[in-house]
């Protein structure tokens, strides 16, 4: 078993990659020597700099330290799963006979020193994990924990300590990186159609969650949104728990109400489950959610429960959920005026899509709501052009970019086209990135949302200021 600790000299190629960035984290906190590439530099980056990583903006094997030139058991190599096996850079660790390792390959390997708890799911994951990540460090527990999204509490995507041996760490589906993950305790938030240019249909991505859910310890946790359970067989060596907050089950809200950007609710436990989880009451009651939309009371429900089975007192989980503040490009309100609302989502899938915009207009009901869209994927956006379709229909102005296409090369006669000739919207358009700003100028902007998990991200300040 490859021992984390015996590595001296890290480079990571894809330093810059939200999942990347959080191992770099993890290794500067060890006091490792931290190197990186990245095709550009950002934000984050530049922090990681300040933090004490080096990364080089150039694909030029010339840059790489002489460390690294050849085999050495001080060295480990980490990779993004989103970077081309054509990369020179990848080519030339692959020659050194350094130890070159997926980024998910090794946070399996760091979490097996941990009580870890695994965040699964095709939706809600991110949100899932800073949520808990922040009860738990405001409930004064010292966690370690990777998270998906930078977190608006510690504006980081990284917390570690020295002292708790409990991990949180977001599992991917993608590339199937979770199955390198034993958990301790495991949550699967949804599971949806998704990423089709690895999983062949939706039976085989339900197929590699339910294999997921066998990796998790002998006496362990699942935890399960309701609407999924029935996908999982009970296992008598694992413990498992629904949660919902439409329909009965084991952990439940109840009494709901949605005071503008907050939700306050009760939740209500069943008897075998307060039995199971020590607790005096099957009540839990005044929770307070500071932010909208009813899949945020879900995934905060998930949160709770996974609270609940290490044993985190009611009054600090109540008392934690209260500061929580988010996560950056997850509903993300920039602008909030009488004359103008922004708020950006990182939504990519259909149903993210359709649940931001739902979200929205159940907070400003009477007002137009501009959408600009920046499809993700050429895979992404010919499997669920219908889908995205159908969710942009809500908005009264809909704005398309060009496809981010991240990780992949076109694909012949998929284009922003052919979602955009699938909308009804009385008002629709195609506009490539460089020319947004100008045409939303032309526009009587009233609510403006931006989604996407591409570079749209790049506009977030550019179209504030406009808006100011």
């Given at each position: 078993m490859t021992n984390i600790n015996s590595f001296d000299n890290i480079y990571l190629i894809g330093i810059g990659g939200i999942g990347v960035s959080a191992?770099?984290?993890?290794?500067?906190?060890?006091?490792?020597?931290?190197?990186?590439?990245?095709?550009?530099?950002?934000?984050?980056?530049?922090?990681?700099?300040?933090?004490?990583?080096?990364i080089f903006y150039s694909e030029n094997?010339?840059?790489?330290?002489?460390?690294?030139?050849?085999?050495?058991?001080?060295?480990l190599i980490i990779y993004s799963a989103a970077i081309d096996t054509s990369n020179s850079l990848f080519a030339f660790f692959l020659k050194s006979g350094n130890l070159l390792k997926k980024r998910s390959e090794v946070l399996g390997i760091i979490s097996q020193d941990y009580f870890t708890?695994?965040?699964?799911?095709?939706?809600?994951?991110?949100?899932?994990?800073?949520?808990?990540?922040?009860?738990?460090?405001e409930s004064g527990i010292n966690l370690t924990s990777f998270i998906g999204g930078i977190s608006r509490n510690y504006d980081s995507n990284f917390m570690f300590s020295n002292e708790e041996k409990i991990l949180v760490v977001e599992a991917d589906e993608f590339d199937r990186s979770f199955l390198y993950l034993n958990p301790d305790i495991a949550v699967i938030t949804s599971i949806d159609e998704d990423h089709l240019d690895v999983y062949e249909n939706y039976n085989e991505i339900v197929s590699v969650f339910i294999q997921f859910s066998k990796q998790i310890k002998k006496g362990g946790s699942l935890i399960l949104e309701k609407n999924i359970e029935e996908l999982f067989s009970l296992?008598?060596?694992?413990?498992?728990?629904?949660?919902?907050?439409?329909?009965?089950?084991?952990?439940?809200?109840?009494?709901?109400?949605?005071?503008?950007?907050?939700?306050?609710?009760?939740?209500?436990?069943?008897?075998?489950?307060?039995?199971?989880?020590?607790l005096k009451s099957n009540k839990i009651a005044n929770v307070e959610l500071p932010m909208?939309?009813?899949?945020?009371?879900?995934?905060?429900?998930?949160?709770?429960?996974a609270c609940l089975i290490i044993n985190i007192d009611y009054h600090n989980i109540i008392n934690s959920l209260k500061l929580f503040q988010g996560i950056k490009r997850r509903f993300d309100i920039h602008l909030d005026t009488?004359?103008?609302?922004?708020?950006d989502d990182y939504a990519h899938h259909p149903k993210e899509v359709l649940l931001t915009l739902k979200t929205t207009k159940e907070l400003y009901p009477n007002r137009k709501m501009t959408v600009v869209f920046?499809?993700?994927?050429?895979?992404?956006?010919?499997?669920?052009?219908?889908?995205?379709?159908?969710?942009?229909?809500?908005?009264?102005?809909?704005?398309?970019?060009?496809?981010?296409?991240?990780?992949?090369?076109?694909?012949?006669?998929?284009?922003?086209?052919?979602?955009?000739?699938?909308?009804?919207?009385?008002?629709?358009?195609?506009?490539?990135?460089?020319?947004?700003?100008?045409?939303?100028?032309?526009?009587?902007?009233?609510?403006?949302?931006?989604?996407?998990?591409?570079?749209?991200?790049?506009?977030?300040q550019p179209i504030k200021h406009m808006l100011n």
């Open positions: 191992l770099a984290r993890f290794f500067i906190s060890k006091n490792k020597n931290v190197y990186g590439y990245d095709k550009v530099k950002t934000e984050l980056t530049s922090k990681l700099e300040k933090e004490g990583a080096t094997s010339n840059d790489i330290p002489k460390i690294f030139s050849k085999n050495s058991f001080n060295n708890i695994a965040i699964a799911g095709t939706h809600g994951k991110t949100t899932t994990s800073a949520m808990l990540s922040c009860l738990l460090k296992n008598s060596d694992i413990k498992t728990y629904s949660y919902s907050c439409i329909q009965d089950a084991d952990i439940v809200s109840e009494n709901i109400s949605l005071n503008g950007a907050r939700i306050s609710f009760d939740v209500s436990i069943n008897q075998l489950t307060k039995d199971a989880f020590l909208p939309g009813m899949h945020n009371l879900s995934n905060s429900l998930a949160a709770i429960t009488l004359e103008h609302v922004f708020i920046q499809p993700h994927l050429f895979s992404r956006t010919k499997d669920f052009a219908q889908e995205f379709a159908d969710a942009l229909q809500l908005a009264e102005e809909l704005i398309i970019t060009e496809i981010f296409p991240a990780r992949e090369q076109p694909i012949n006669g998929v284009t922003s086209n052919l979602i955009l000739e699938l909308c009804s919207n009385s008002k629709k358009q195609i506009c490539s990135s460089s020319n947004l700003i100008n045409t939303l100028k032309s526009k009587q902007i009233d609510v403006l949302i931006t989604l996407g998990a591409g570079d749209i991200s790049k506009l977030i």
